[in-house]
């Protein structure tokens, strides 16, 4: 299986040297994103898989219009390590060979990296491939780069990770995370470690996510704001922090990937009044897991009201597994209400020349604009 | 004194429409049993309870269990998940399973929600979030053509953390440490 459908053949065209171009890709649980900022220089931020499709989505999509990868991606973001973002991302660390790879400061820890590479966890492959995603996914990193004699690039607020002069002047700045966090999700990440020898076999991001990386998009009179996972919570201002201190910002972006699958816990009004222009374009990956929903009607009613131009990588619709069609097989995964959690592919692609004022947006797969 | 039937007890949903499978204790127990060797598994495999080292962890490997075995009592494995434990209820607990292939193409990951019920008394102090398990479904064809359909939960081997101290920085810790940082 491929992106293309009969009626999906303009997913191949690639963009023109002087187009800039956002892609996100939204797998019912995972998220991607993809920016070419011109002259063939990408960007990658994040990765998923889809269901039936070899390979991470943007490496796959990249193939699709015969980009060769290991020359013209120049950046690669992993914004955090919740599984849905970091799926396939140290295959796409290995294909695109040049490429810079920047990370979240707050790993750039003793303690963490001997949990990825020098932990009972770590030597546990098969506890690590699917139950421990991001462990497993940073494992194959950190050795891909030692391996190559290559470092980590580690961001946090008002940090420049790439310039390029090529075309157009484009930097990547990351906005986040704060060094005052750093000492808490290294501690939160310890907590998760048992003590003797009870039985757990998983350990988790820090929750709720102070650690992600927020990125701020500059090519040419073009501004991004990509807000990762980060979230605003009673206990830590993740936003409000960022807020206090955005010296790279020189004007306000009109496209937004919204923070944290657009709930309400990645909200904050000074987004709003102080990063973005009025009625910017906003995209959301939608994301599902133990009954919950993101967005949820709410938070599709308080985006709305900040915007006309709301687009979801996804749209969830009723399915059943794809599995085996054996009905003692299907009888079983009915009695546990079976859930797909991966899904088909869904994109929405924005571009524009840079010398033109309006995005063009395609929705690709079960991607959508919502209606008003 | 325990019987071996006893040593593989392991939870089992017989389907109500089982062609002529009889659920009562011996069948449960000899499914399991049967099931269970047909994957490969010894007892110490099964066990639930940490192992203490390393490099014992393993996948189960099962492929070709579709073998002719006219006269003989089988088992056929249908379909394996690898489950994560997410979220415990009061009755049910919630898990992420990724469905047990070979190919990338095929990735699966669905999310289901078990009866705590269907987990034995003595394995249920390990329904945490975080613990990992197989779920197995199957059928157990008897060597008088009765075919049993059911599925069953294993919990896995866990990693012992006995001994780890993550304070405690390593060689091979502090070579990635300063090489990811590009202090060669």
């Known amino acids: ?372 | 004194m325990e019987s071996q039937a006893n040593k593989y007890s392991i939870p089992l949903h017989l389907n109500e429409n089982s062609s002529n499978g009889p659920s009562n204790s011996i069948y449960r127990k000899g499914f399991a049993k049967n099931f269970l060797k047909e994957a490969g598994m010894e007892r110490d495999s099964v066990q639930t309870t940490p192992i203490v080292s390393f490099p014992q962890e393993e996948v189960i490997h099962h492929r070709n269990l579709n073998k002719n075995t006219q006269g003989v009592s089988h088992s056929l494995i249908l379909d394996e998940w690898e489950g994560c434990i997410t979220d415990v209820k009061e009755d049910t607990f919630i898990a992420k399973l990724y469905k047990q292939t070979q190919s990338e193409s095929d990735l699966e990951i669905i999310e289901g929600e078990f009866e705590i019920r269907s987990v034995p008394e003595q394995d249920r102090h390990l329904i945490k979030e975080g613990v990992l398990f197989y779920w197995m479904i199957g059928r157990e064809v008897k060597e008088t053509t009765q075919i049993i359909h059911g599925d069953t939960i294993i919990f896995r081997r866990m990693p012992s953390w006995k001994g780890f101290d993550i304070n405690n920085s390593s060689a091979i810790t502090d070579e990635f440490f300063n090489a990811l940082s590009g202090k060669y």
Not at chain 1, 309 to 337: C, G
């Open chain 1, 1 to 372: 299986m491929s992106f293309l459908t009969p009626y999906q053949e303009s997913i191949k065209i690639p963009p023109e040297p002087n187009e800039i171009e956002v892609c996100i890709f939204g797998a019912g649980f995972g998220e991607g994103i993809l920016i070419h900022v011109g002259n063939n220089e990408w960007i990658v931020v994040d990765s998923c898989r889809f269901s039936g499709i070899n390979g991470p989505a943007a490496l796959h999509y990249l193939q699709t219009l015969n980009i060769e990868t290991t020359h013209a991606v120049k950046l690669i973001v992993a914004t955090h390590w919740d599984d849905d973002h970091i799926r396939g991302i140290s295959e796409i660390v290995k294909a695109c060979g040049s490429a810079k790879i920047a990370m979240s400061a707050a790993i750039n820890d003793k303690k963490f990296i001997k949990l990825v590479v020098d932990s009972p966890l770590s030597k546990a492959v098969s506890l690590r491939q699917r139950a421990n995603t991001g462990i497993s996914e940073f494992n194959q990193i950190f050795h891909h780069l030692k391996s190559q004699s290559k470092h980590i690039d580690y961001a946090l607020n008002n940090k420049m990770l790439w310039k390029s002069e090529s075309l157009n002047s484009t930097d990547i700045v990351s906005l986040s995370p704060n060094s005052q966090i750093f000492e808490k999700a290294i501690q939160s990440i310890i907590s998760q470690i048992p003590q003797g020898n009870v039985p757990v076999g998983s350990i988790k991001a820090p929750k709720p996510n102070y650690t992600s990386v927020v990125l701020w998009v500059r090519a040419g009179e073009e501004r991004i704001l990509l807000g990762a996972d980060l979230e605003e919570s009673s206990h830590y201002k993740g936003w409000s922090i960022l807020l206090e201190d955005k010296m790279f910002i020189d004007k306000k972006s009109n496209l937004y990937k919204v923070a944290h699958h657009g709930s309400k816990t990645g909200e904050h009004s000074g987004i709003w009044t102080d990063l973005l222009t009025e009625n910017p374009l906003c995209i959301i990956a939608p994301w599902t897991l133990g009954g919950n929903l993101l967005p949820t009607p709410d938070d599709i009613q308080r985006t709305v009201s900040r915007t006309d131009n709301l687009y979801l990588a996804h749209q969830f619709s009723e399915s059943t597994p794809s599995t085996s069609k054996e009905k003692h097989v299907k009888r079983a995964l009915e009695r546990i209400k079976a859930k797909p959690l991966l899904k088909e592919f869904g994109m929405v692609r924005l571009r524009k020349k840079f010398n033109e004022t309006e995005w063009k947006s395609e929705c690709f797969g079960s991607a959508i604009k919502v209606n008003i």
